[in-house]
């Protein structure tokens, strides 16, 4: 069975910098490209960033691009997001999901982890 | 950036069927997925490509497409089926790679 856990959400302050982790078991985790998609309270689903299996292809969304990295270890079957300059538009549930290699469809989500920036 | 639009809900009777669509430019040019996300639950794949199912989604799911814009449809809707609906793509502006329609909250009367 396929399982996508996050971890690592929380409350910070604005400016404050935050590591999002998901650990996945139940498949080949270094066949597929992953991907952080967030929720903010009360809104609709927004792509964040995806990161193929190899690391060589790497995308961020406008909104996150240069505050957010995301990576990636294979050896240890995670995927990682690390969120600096946090700003209070970044509160959300991030979720990790799955996808293939080409497509745009995520066939797999984890649980998600609330990320909360106030101050 | 590209969008994909959806009309915030729509209803429909026990038993009946449901057509809920996606607008998109980018949609000319690549295929929708469609999830269903439920209350304080994670959201579920529930049509991709052309028109495939994941397995354990009912048949009564299909999709559609034509032009810019691309349906999902439930045939006999049954009271567990309500919840918000998302479609995706591949984004065609060049600025994202992937973009997310609002949202249908879809309600079974």
């Known amino acids: 069975e396929v399982q996508l856990v996050e971890s690592g959400g929380g409350l910070v302050k604005p400016g404050e910098s935050l590591r999002l982790s998901c650990a996945a078991s139940g498949f080949i985790f270094r066949s597929f490209t992953m991907n952080w998609v967030r929720q903010a309270p009360g809104k609709g689903l927004e792509w964040v960033s995806s990161l193929s299996s190899s690391s060589t292809s790497i995308n961020y969304a406008d909104s996150v691009r240069g505050r957010f990295t995301i990576s990636r270890d294979n050896a240890k079957d995670s995927l990682y997001l690390q969120m600096n300059s946090l700003r209070a538009e970044d509160m959300a549930v991030y979720y990790c999901?799955?996808?293939?290699?080409?497509?745009?469809?995520?066939?797999?989500w984890g649980q998600g982890t609330l990320v909360t920036v106030s101050s | 950036s590209s969008e994909l639009t959806q009309d915030p809900a729509v209803s429909v009777a026990l038993g009946q069927t449901v057509r809920i669509t996606c607008q998109g430019d980018s949609l000319r040019s690549y295929s929708a997925s469609w999830y269903q996300q439920k209350p304080g639950q994670a959201p579920v794949l529930v049509i991709y490509?052309?028109?495939n199912r994941p397995a354990g989604i009912p048949d009564r799911f299909s999709g559609s497409s034509s032009g810019n814009t691309a349906s999902l449809t439930i045939t006999g809707a049954q009271a567990e089926d309500e919840a918000d609906y998302y479609c995706n793509s591949r984004d065609n502006s060049g600025s994202h790679l992937v973009v997310f329609g609002g949202g249908t909250e879809l309600t079974v009367l």
């Open positions: 999901a799955r996808s293939q290699y080409g497509d745009y469809h995520f066939d797999s």
């Open positions: 490509g052309k028109n």
